[in-house]
């Protein structure tokens, strides 16, 4: 093999694949650690192959449903195509917020609400069940914004409240106690028409190493209310969003 | 007694097969690099490459009993699932395109093979990523043969054939004996 061709070749995988971010190790670390209460157990392959059960009937029920009620977002209806996915912002985001674009979206980001770096934001559900089942919360560090992802099973929960919280200590919804999260700054997210524990076993309390979106830790989740505390290294502007299939809520915290 | 001692002690893949997950993040730390670049070329979308490793670290972590061996098999156990995980993305972000844009970034415009240059990046925008598969294997990441098997999951004769039947949409004029 020419000496040659390997230089060459090497020299444009190097241009396709570029180095990794420096939070990649961070944010694997956190994904395992998030992952934990997962694994352990020889229940899990139970619930899994319980899960994939229930999605599977879950979905046939919801393509029925879709299928009667809303032909009019058939795929030759719909929206021109997009390599991102669709995102969705509750009109009810307070208007007397200034909204500042984010300094270098993706094109894969075009679609989605711009940051807003003060007041409360709120995302209002859309045919929401009495009680939407949180089933995962994952994070993640993207150019220009840390990541929160609360997945649901059911549906949207009936709102979402999100607010700056001054420091990082909150108080525990259900005991009243106060907890104290790593960070200088925080906010606060609450979910109304929600529950956390039916279908959600992974960690309440994650730290993620990331530059901005520090650690997050459940603050309640008590007769249809979850909140979640999360503690920033700064603050911070922040947007919220839903994403489809599986429902759920995407919370973006500015990291540059 | 110093080598009784270290006997005993449960090795980092035991510890992580036991549950502990910072042993086991220690051990794919080193492969995390090259299993971004093995991604990066497969899906040629670095922030889809970032995705797809993590979400290929929790699914050997959770599989971890599967692993056949030692640590020295931990690599291309690893590399394979990096691997089924950009397949994965690919087919469920059907809708996506190959971002040739990326392939062509970072392109310098100085330099006497530029015009060669230009071709083997068509030429590489035009594989499948599995066809580019066994080269990252084999060319970009420096695999020994059999690891390349190991990773492809066939013999290291399939793994070899591979690697010269995608050099050659490459370079035409490639030898099956060049690829040694």
């Not at chain 1, 069940?129 to 949207?156: M, Q, S």
């Not at chain 2, 995705?51 to 599967?66: F, G, I, P, T, Y």
């Not at chain 2, 083997?120 to 294997?137: G, M, N, Q």
């Amino acid at each position: 093999m020419s000496q040659n061709f390997r230089r060459d070749l090497n020299k444009e995988f190097d241009a396709i694949s570029g180095t990794p971010s420096p939070a990649l190790s961070a944010r694997v670390r956190s994904a395992l650690e998030q992952d934990r209460p997962a694994r352990t157990g020889p229940f899990w392959m139970a619930g899994l192959a319980a899960g994939l059960i229930a999605a599977i009937v879950v979905g046939v029920l919801v393509v029925a449903s879709f299928n009667r009620h809303q032909t009019s977002i058939l795929p030759g209806t719909a929206p021109t195509p997009s390599a991102s996915p669709s995102a969705r912002q509750s009109p009810s985001q307070s208007p007397s917020l200034t909204p500042s674009p984010s300094p270098a979206q993706t094109p894969s980001d075009s679609n989605l609400p711009a940051f807003v770096c003060a007041g409360p934001v709120s995302l209002a559900g859309t045919q929401t069940p009495a009680v939407a089942f949180v089933d995962a919360v994952r994070t993640g560090t993207h150019a220009g914004y840390d990541r929160v992802t609360i997945e649901f099973n059911n549906g949207e929960p009936a709102n979402v409240d999100m607010s700056p919280h001054a420091g990082t200590t909150f108080t525990q919804g259900a005991s009243g106690q106060q907890v104290t999260l790593q960070g200088s700054t925080g906010m606060l997210v609450i979910i109304h028409g929600a529950d956390e524990h039916t279908a959600y076993s992974g960690s309440i309390d994650i730290k993620t190493g990331y530059s901005v979106l520090v650690e997050l830790r459940q603050v309640e989740d008590f007769e249809g209310t979850v909140q979640w505390g999360l503690g920033l290294s700064k603050t911070a502007c922040y947007r919220a969003f839903y994403l489809t299939n599986p429902v759920r809520l995407v919370i973006d915290i500015q990291n540059s | 007694m110093m080598s009784a001692v270290m006997e005993q002690r449960p090795s980092a893949i035991q510890r992580a097969t036991e549950g502990d997950a910072d042993s086991f993040a220690m051990l794919i730390d080193p492969l995390l690099n090259p299993a971004y670049r093995l991604a990066a070329v497969m899906l040629s979308d670095r922030m889809a490459a970032e995705d797809a490793v993590q979400e290929a670290s929790v699914k050997a972590w959770r599989n971890l009993r599967q692993l056949r061996g030692d640590e020295s098999s931990l690599r291309a156990w690893f590399l394979s699932i990096v691997a089924n995980e950009c397949r994965m993305t690919r087919r469920r972000r059907w809708w996506s395109v190959v971002k040739s844009a990326d392939v062509e970034s970072d392109r310098r415009t100085d330099g006497p093979s530029q015009e060669a240059l230009t071709d083997l990046r068509r030429a590489i925008a035009r594989l499948s990523p599995d066809e580019r598969l066994p080269l990252v294997l084999y060319f970009y990441l420096d695999l020994p043969l059999d690891e390349v098997a190991r990773t492809l999951r066939v013999s290291p004769s399939a793994a070899k054939s591979r690697i010269y039947r995608a050099a050659r949409r490459l370079r035409s004029d490639l030898t099956l004996e060049e690829v040694s």
